[in-house]
């Protein structure tokens, strides 16, 4: 079974950058859709960005302008390069990838200071 696991994320200040990795152990195709969802203490899991099949960009209104997404520099990993971060950008940022089905990160979290 494919496993993703995400990685880049920890401690940033506000206005600060991260980016964060979404690696996984099967192959990634240029036409695979991929994203990230985040969740934050007491929300509900929310859409950040995506990448669709056709090379689009989609990106949540909370974000946009100061998060990219996209499908990496290396095999198997897709990116979102984070700027300008606000403390409630705080959360836990779960990576998809499609395939047949949608498979999901375990997770990373982002604490971003107050």
């Known amino acids: 079974q494919v496993r993703l696991v995400e990685s880049g994320g920890g401690l940033a200040q506000a206005g600060g950058s991260l980016r964060l990795s979404c690696q996984s152990s099967?192959?990634?195709?240029?036409?695979?859709?991929v994203g990230w969802y985040r969740q934050a203490p007491g929300k509900q899991r929310e859409f950040v960005a995506s990448v669709t099949a056709t090379n689009n960009t989609n990106y949540s209104v909370y974000v946009k302008g100061r998060v990219t997404i996209s499908r990496g520099n290396t095999k198997n990993t897709a990116n979102l390069q984070m700027k300008n971060l606000k403390h409630g950008d705080t959360a836990v940022y779960y990576c998809?990838?499609?395939?047949?089905?949608?498979?999901w990160g375990e997770g990373n979290q982002v604490n971003v200071s107050k």
């Open positions: 099967g192959s990634l195709f240029r036409s695979n859709p």
């Open positions: 998809y990838i499609e395939w047949s089905t949608v498979v």
